[in-house]
Structure formats: C-alpha cells, structure tokens
C-alpha cells in the first residue's frame, strides 16, 4: 500500500498541483498586500481620509453600546457588524488574482496554439520503404 502511495504521490501531475497551489499561495499573499496596503489607501485617499478596510455597519450593539472608535473595538464589544470594508478589499483580492489568471491562461493557451500551429516536417521514408518503392515501379513498368 505504501508503494501504491509513493508512485502515485511522485506522479507529474501530483507534483504539478502541490507546486501550483504552492505559487497560488504565495500569489494570493502577494494580491493581498497589493489591496491592503496599496490599493485601499487609495481608495480611502479618495473618499476622503477613510480607512477603507475598517469601514463597517452596526447591526446590534455591544457592551459597552456604541458609538465605536473602530471596528476592532466593536468587535471587542460583542457588537454585530457587517463588515463593508472587509469585503469590498476581498472583493478587490477576487478580481485582481481571478484577471490574473486569466492572463496566465490566455498566455498559455496561445503558446499552445503555436506548437499545435507548427507543421511537422515529412518524415523521409526508410530504406526498405525507398526498396518497396522501387520494387513496385519496376513491377508496373513491367521489366521484371
């Protein structure tokens, strides 16, 4: 059984997906770090000085009863909130690393079409091939 786990373990395209959820992993870090530390300042730049990513919506205060400085102390309160901000930067994340990947399937998918694209030269014929052929002639010409 431990055999059976091994080749299946060590086949390509095994080895393939640990890579790539390994890259996909580093990658969403990456994305993550470009909307939280770039984009949604930007944002909050724009609306006006707001901290984009603690932006929230009180549905039920805690104790002690709002109004919240932030939206850690509301959660430290016990309040019921809905988390806008959080969202919107995930949101951010989704479309960033989903366009992303597209570009790197499209990329992929056109490198494929150039390999597919590609004529394949005529394989010469062998020498029993080149014989065969030159039998056959000789056949219909009649001079044997």
Request: proline residues 6%; positive net charge; charged residues 15%.
């Amino acid at each position: 059984m431990f055999k059976e786990f091994k080749e299946f373990a060590m086949k390509g395209n095994v080895v393939d997906l640990a890579v790539g959820l390994v890259m996909g992993a580093a990658f969403g870090a990456i994305v993550n770090s470009l909307v939280t530390d770039i984009i949604t300042p930007i944002i909050g730049l724009i609306t006006g000085g707001i901290d984009f990513s603690s932006r929230y919506v009180l549905l039920r205060d805690g104790n002690p009863p709002a109004p919240y400085v932030t939206l850690m102390a509301a959660k430290q309160a016990g309040a019921v909130t809905l988390n806008i901000g959080a969202f919107v930067s995930l949101t951010i994340n989704f479309v960033i690393v989903s366009f992303a990947l597209f570009l790197v399937v499209k990329a992929m998918n056109r490198m494929r079409r150039v390999q597919t694209a590609a004529p394949v030269p005529p394989v010469a014929p062998t020498r029993e091939e080149l014989l065969l052929t030159e039998i056959r002639d000789l056949l219909k010409g009649g001079r044997v």
